[in-house]
């Protein structure tokens, strides 16, 4: 019997899951991954420069939680099981695991990490997420601090039902918190003040944004009204590959490979043609030669704003192509800034290499500054690094419009830009910069706004298609981290083995 022929559209997390899924567990199906880039693992690859990976094209921190995908990951990232290099010099008890790998020896290595977030605001970095304990206190002034626990009681007191997202934020923080610290940050996140996006939160879970939003496992509670007079940072327990997040999706792409699927970079589906309700003909080009090749099943992790359109249907109706092309998104800008050293000073006690500030990320909540979030590689793995007690590598990150003047700067401008800015934060000195490499991404945030409060008719003619699975961020334009996006090609596999989809 034939083998049925599956195509996925992106090599990111969710289109290499479902590949490795459909592979691992039958051999009844052919697979081939198209991506237009030709690297692997979407949104979350690791950067190279000058042939070392130094870079990861966003913040993704793997955390405890989700058992699927940790058994997942450790199929390919073996977790560690003796100090890495930053654990050894500063002479630290570690977390390690029986039989795991040596990082100082060994690469494919799943690392534990100490990750700190906090947040940058008025010259000093602020708990993240806020937290009304001494240090807030101290810096706030007692009688801000004060009328923003009574702010966040009434909240909690008098919660009404969230129909945008500001209302969603003033529900959790209370107002006045909400307007001193996410208020600003949202809009330079989303482009459009957050009483604009709207919600309805039984169906959209805001609750699941991106980092913004996501919280720490152990607290009950997003916010501390009684001062805690402590001294302590709250580290959470992360893991985090040696190479960055994108050596798990390279290591996933050679297993598929492995397996006997096909990689096709450079390739880009431009259309789907249907008949009787399924998916036919796939046409695409690859290196500027075009092909058609008949589906069984089509995998889609493409941006539902190019996916529709593309979709050649006579069925399809016109207002499911007017919502589709209306769609909004924001893209990424990624800088990755070199650097001897840091200004910002280590004054918390938490010993690291050349004494540097302990965070993992860093959000920036100063409203006059665009930037708005800031990785620490040092801190995440030493090995992004080639000598990481003296110097030190940051991923600055930027969301823009596509049709707005820093998009449209070149990278040398944006890099100038970005090093301007940070320096205006005083956690730089300019001077120290060894080297900066600029790295985007197309509507790489999904919006809940335009025309995504008609998307239920969307997504139902898109449910109609039976050979059809739409996944990740872009195919369900929706704000899924890199787990969740893995999730959806593990679902996607389910339903395509389980028979849930007629091919």
């Known amino acids: 019997m034939p083998k049925k022929k599956v195509f996925i559209i992106g090599a ?45 094209l966003g913040g993704h921190i793997f955390r405890p939680g989700n058992e699927r995908f940790l058994a997942f990951s450790k199929k390919f990232l073996t977790f560690q099981g003796r100090p890495a290099i930053d654990d050894l010099l500063l002479d630290k008890n570690v977390k390690t695991v029986r039989g795991g790998a040596d990082p100082q020896r060994e690469d494919s290595v799943m690392l534990f990490r100490d990750g700190l977030s906090r947040f940058f605001r008025k010259g000093s970095l602020w708990d993240y997420p806020p937290t009304l304990h001494l240090r807030t206190v101290e810096t706030l002034k007692i009688t801000e601090a004060a ?55 039984d169906s959209r879970k805001f609750i699941s944004l991106p980092e913004p939003g996501r919280i720490k496992a152990k607290e009950k509670e997003l916010l501390t009204v009684v001062p805690e007079f402590r001294e302590d940072l709250q580290f959470e327990e992360i893991y ?51 092909g058609s090749m008949d589906a069984d099943y089509i995998i889609s992790s493409a941006p539902l704003g190019e996916f529709v359109p593309a979709v050649e249907d006579y069925k399809k109706p016109e207002s499911v192509q007017r919502t589709a092309e209306k769609l909004q998104y924001r893209n990424f800008v990624g800088v990755n800034v070199l650097m001897k050293s840091l200004e910002a000073q280590n004054i918390t006690g938490f010993p690291t290499l050349g004494n540097i500030i302990p965070d993992s990320l860093i959000y920036v909540f100063e409203p006059e500054i665009n930037l708005c979030r800031i990785q620490v590689y040092n801190n995440l793995s030493p090995y992004m690094l080639n000598n990481p007690q003296r110097s030190v590598s940051l991923g600055l990150e930027y969301f823009c419009g596509g049709d707005d003047g820093f998009w449209n700067l070149n990278d040398g401008e944006i890099a100038e830009f970005a090093a301007a800015e940070l320096a205006s934060t005083g956690l730089i000195d300019r001077r120290k910069v060894l080297e900066m490499n600029v790295e985007r991404a197309e509507k790489a945030l999904p919006l809940y706004t335009g025309s995504y409060a008609d998307i239920s008719g969307l997504k139902t003619y898109l449910s109609g298609i039976e050979n059809l699975c739409c996944v990740g961020r872009g195919g369900r334009h929706s704000q899924l981290d890199m787990e969740g996006a893995a999730q959806s090609g593990f679902e996607a596999a389910d339903r395509i083995i389980n028979s849930d989809l007629q091919g």
């Open 240 to 290: 985090y590959p040696k190479f960055g997040a994108g050596q798990l999706w390279e290591r996933v792409a050679e297993e598929v490979e492995k397996l006997g699927g096909r990689i096709l970079k450079g390739c880009y589906a431009e259309k789907f043609i249907c008949e009787n309700s399924r998916i036919k003909t796939l046409i695409y080009t690859e290196g500027g030669v075009s």
């Open 12 to 56: 990111g997390p969710a289109g290499l899951s479902a590949a490795y899924e459909l592979l691992s567990r039958t051999d009844e199906f052919n697979i081939a991954l198209m991506d237009k880039s030709d690297c692997i693992g979407g949104l979350s690859k690791t950067v190279y420069y000058s042939g070392k990976p130094r870079a990861t």
């Open 147 to 201: 009328f923003m626990g009574l702010s966040f009681a009434k909240a909690r007191i008098m919660r009404k039902t969230p129909h945008t997202l500001e209302d969603f934020y003033i529900n959790r923080y209370g107002k006045a918190l909400y307007g001193e610290f996410y208020k600003d940050y949202l809009e330079k996140l989303y482009g459009v003040s957050a009483s604009e996006i709207l919600t309805d939160y």
